[in-house]
């Protein structure tokens, strides 16, 4: 059974430009999340989706970021106008139903912004 | 605020010992603790749980202890073995939204 799809699995981009990410979540799950993983600050929740609908955006470090869930098999993290400090490793994870704690991560998108 | 914290970046144990690793945390109000394991290249996968009703849970080789009074909670892996060098990281779940927020993690190496 697939897990969770995360594309691109690398991404090296110039300061300035737009970056888009994308998330497949497993089929049947009904929350998805975007996590971004630095030294600095480990795994920190960026925004959560359930039933496609945005919960908790608390986490989105600045409009420069935004994301979107269409439906439920995809969603997308963007970053316009990407700088360097984006750069950190991007997971998508999906949850099949609330009030319990196990996420299934993607294998995340490493972004390089020079 | 940081609802969770591990104090420690990395730490380095012989094969055959025991690994602790530690988490403290700031609310008594959560319902669960998490302990999640990261490879190199991969995403983060679920090790083990604990109630907070509970102060201990094992699973072959690991337990994870929790300390309700000291606000404190960890996993002891033993023996540890090469194959568990990875990052650990504890989790917490939100309250209001039901999301899960993770420590910094620490690095674990078993030197063979």
């Known amino acids: 059974d697939a897990g969770v799809i995360q594309s691109p699995r690398h991404e090296v981009t110039e300061m300035g430009q737009e970056v888009t990410l994308r998330c497949k979540p497993i089929?049947?799950?009904?929350?998805l999340f975007w996590y971004r993983q630095t030294m600095m600050r480990g795994l920190e929740l960026l925004i959560y989706?359930?039933?496609?609908?945005?919960?908790?955006d608390s986490g989105m470090p600045e409009d420069r970021f935004s994301a979107k869930m269409p439906n439920a098999s995809f969603s997308t993290l963007k970053i316009q106008p990407s700088e360097p400090r984006d750069s950190a490793v991007y997971f998508c994870?999906?949850?099949?139903?609330?009030?319990?704690?196990?996420?299934?991560f993607g294998e995340g998108s490493r972004l390089t912004v020079l | 605020d940081q609802q969770v914290k591990q104090n420690s970046p990395s730490l380095s144990v012989q094969e055959g010992r025991i690994s602790i690793l530690n988490c403290d945390y700031t609310?008594?109000?959560?319902?669960?603790f998490l302990w999640y394991k990261k490879y190199p290249a991969e995403g983060p996968t679920f090790l083990i749980s604990?109630?907070?009703?509970?102060d201990k849970n094992e699973d072959g080789r690991f337990t994870v202890f929790l300390n309700k009074s000291a606000k404190h909670l960890s996993l002891h892996i033993v023996p540890s073995q090469p194959g568990d060098s990875a990052v650990y990281f504890c989790?917490?779940?939100?309250?209001?939204?039901?999301?899960?927020?993770f420590g910094t993690g620490t690095l674990l190496a078993v030197q063979p």
């Open positions: 604990i109630s907070s009703i509970k």
């Open positions: 994870a999906s949850r099949a139903r609330e009030n319990t704690g196990e996420l299934f």
């Open positions: 089929s049947g799950h009904n929350s």
């Open positions: 609310n008594s109000m959560f319902d669960y």
């Open positions: 989790a917490v779940p939100g309250r209001a939204t039901n999301k899960l927020i």
């Open positions: 989706f359930n039933n496609n609908v945005p919960i908790d």
